[in-house]
């Protein structure tokens, strides 16, 4: 469940929305000027969407890794040094 409270509220009733934040696992929306301006969530749920987001960053870091596997599979490692070597050479020139 999320519910939406306004600073000024949320001062005034800052002990009985942490209950229910902690206890009843319920979300809080803040608003400011009635903007939302940030998310009050239990601790739990934090772990669950920070695992979320590392896990993602390791699908997205597993893609780029087989991508550039992909691509780099038709070079051949010996040309690879051959070149480097010419590029330092032309370097020190």
């Known amino acids: 469940m999320q519910r939406v409270i306004g600073v000024t509220e949320l001062q005034r009733r800052f002990r009985a929305v942490l ?3 902690a206890n009843n696992k319920v979300q809080y929306v803040l608003t400011r000027s009635s ?5 009050i969530i239990s601790y739990e749920e934090f772990l669950r969407w920070q695992a979320m987001q590392e896990q ?7 893609q780029l890794t087989e991508r550039m596997a ?5 070079i051949d490692e010996a040309d690879l040094i051959a ?9 020190t020139k």
């Open 19 to 21: 209950d229910e934040v």
């Open 35 to 39: 903007r939302p301006e940030a998310v």
């Open 56 to 62: 993602e960053i390791l699908s997205n870091f597993d």
């Open 70 to 74: 992909h691509q780099n599979a038709a």
């Open 83 to 91: 070149e480097i070597e010419s590029s330092r050479d032309e370097l």
